[in-house]
C-alpha cells in the first residue's frame, strides 16, 4: 500500500523568510510521480510542483523547489522569500495510477 | 479555458433524500476521480475512472455510486445521504500521468 505522511500539521514563517515542508512517503511502485499542492482559503487545489521519480534532479519553480530524496523515501518543499499569499494548507501527494494525499499541512505567514 | 466544472458549490439536504453531484471536463482527460476532504484527514479517494465505462473503488466508497458514460462527465451519486457524508467533495481529472486538475469543490452538509 502506498502512504504518504506530513508529519506536521502546523507551520508558520515570516514574510521573506525561508520555510520547509516535511514529507515522507512509502511505495513498492518503480513509476511514480509526487507533488505539491496548495489550498488557499478560497479552498482551491493548486499544483505548486511535479518531480517523476525517475528524476535525480530535484525540480524547481521560481520561489519553490523540492529536495527529493529517493532512498530515504522523503520529499520535502522549500519556499523561498516567503510572501503572504503562500499561506495555506499543503498536500504532499504521491503515487503512479493511484495518487495518495497526505494529511495537510497549515502554513501561516506573519508578516 | 480548460477546466474542471462541479456542481453545485453548496449542498444542504437531509437524510436518505437522494442526492448527484456533477463533474464535468473539457480537456479530453482520460482519468478522472471524486475526493472527500475532512479536517485532519487530507483528500481521500471515492471512486475513479480510467476510461468510459470504467470506474472502481477508492478507499472511501461505501454509500456512494459513480457512472462514467461519457468521457467528459463523471457524476457522483449518494443514494441514501447520512451525516456522516457531510464533506468537501472535490472532483479531479487528468491525462496519464499529468497533475490532477481539480474542479472548485462541492460543501455538502447532510442533517
Known amino acids: 500500500a502506498q502512504t504518504v505522511t506530513q508529519s506536521q500539521p502546523e507551520m508558520s514563517v515570516q514574510e521573506a523568510e525561508t520555510v520547509t515542508l516535511s514529507c515522507t512517503y512509502d511505495?513498492?511502485?518503480?513509476?511514480?510521480?509526487l507533488f505539491w499542492y496548495k489550498q488557499p482559503p478560497s479552498r482551491q487545489m493548486i499544483l505548486v510542483i511535479r518531480?517523476?521519480?525517475?528524476?535525480?534532479q530535484n525540480a524547481t519553480e521560481n520561489r519553490f523547489s523540492v529536495n527529493f530524496q529517493k532512498a530515504a523515501k522523503s520529499f520535502s518543499l522549500k519556499i523561498s522569500d516567503s510572501q503572504l499569499g503562500d499561506a495555506a494548507m499543503y498536500f504532499c501527494?504521491?503515487?503512479?495510477?493511484?495518487?495518495?494525499f497526505g494529511k495537510g499541512m497549515k502554513l501561516t505567514v506573519n508578516p | 479555458e480548460a477546466q474542471v466544472t462541479q456542481n453545485p458549490r453548496y449542498l444542504i439536504t437531509v437524510t436518505g433524500k437522494k442526492l448527484t453531484v456533477t463533474c464535468s471536463q473539457n480537456?479530453?482527460?482520460?482519468?478522472m476521480s471524486w475526493y472527500r476532504q475532512d479536517p485532519g484527514l487530507g483528500l481521500r479517494q471515492i471512486y475513479y475512472?480510467?476510461?468510459?465505462?470504467?470506474?472502481d473503488k477508492g478507499d472511501v466508497p461505501e454509500g456512494y455510486k459513480v457512472s462514467r458514460k461519457e468521457k467528459r462527465n463523471f457524476p457522483l451519486i449518494l443514494e441514501s445521504p447520512s451525516p456522516n457524508q457531510t464533506s468537501l467533495y472535490f472532483c479531479?481529472?487528468?491525462?496519464?500521468?499529468?497533475?490532477?486538475?481539480f474542479g472548485n469543490g462541492t460543501r455538502l452538509t447532510v442533517t
Open positions: 511505495t513498492s511502485e518503480s513509476d511514480y510521480y
Open positions: 501527494v504521491g503515487g503512479s495510477e493511484k495518487l495518495v
Open positions: 475512472s480510467m476510461n468510459v465505462e470504467v470506474t
Open positions: 518531480q517523476e521519480a525517475y528524476k535525480q
Open positions: 480537456m479530453n482527460h482520460e482519468y
Open positions: 479531479a481529472s487528468s491525462l496519464g500521468n499529468s497533475p490532477l486538475h
